[in-house]
């Protein structure tokens, strides 16, 4: 199955994610907590937009609510 793209890139950390693929290894490997409710959804959306059940943009915006809760900086 080819990865929907998002529809805006995520910039974080000079690596850009355009996608559930990339953001789930992003979370997987570097994200600097490995818990976190924000962070667990965001992994289970990124999985389910993978495996076509969900909308990339639920990857997307789960995503970026993890950055919140971790505290990571994303560029305006």
């Given at each position: 199955?080819?990865?929907?793209?998002f529809?805006?890139?995520?910039?974080?950390?000079?690596i850009?994610?355009?996608?559930?693929?990339?953001?789930?290894?992003?979370?997987?490997?570097?994200?600097?907590?490995?818990?976190?409710?924000?962070?667990?959804?965001?992994?289970?959306?990124?999985?389910?937009?993978?495996?076509?059940k969900?909308?990339?943009?639920?990857?997307?915006?789960?995503?970026?609510?993890?950055a919140?809760?971790?505290?990571?900086?994303?560029?305006?």
């Amino acid at each position: 199955m080819t990865s929907i793209p998002f529809s805006r890139p995520i910039d974080i950390d000079g690596i850009t994610i355009s996608d559930a693929d990339q953001a789930a290894s992003y979370l997987l490997d570097h994200w600097p907590a490995d818990s976190g409710e924000r962070y667990d959804f965001a992994k289970r959306v990124c999985l389910e937009v993978i495996e076509g059940k969900r909308d990339p943009e639920d990857a997307r915006a789960a995503f970026l609510l993890a950055a919140r809760e971790a505290g990571v900086i994303l560029p305006d």
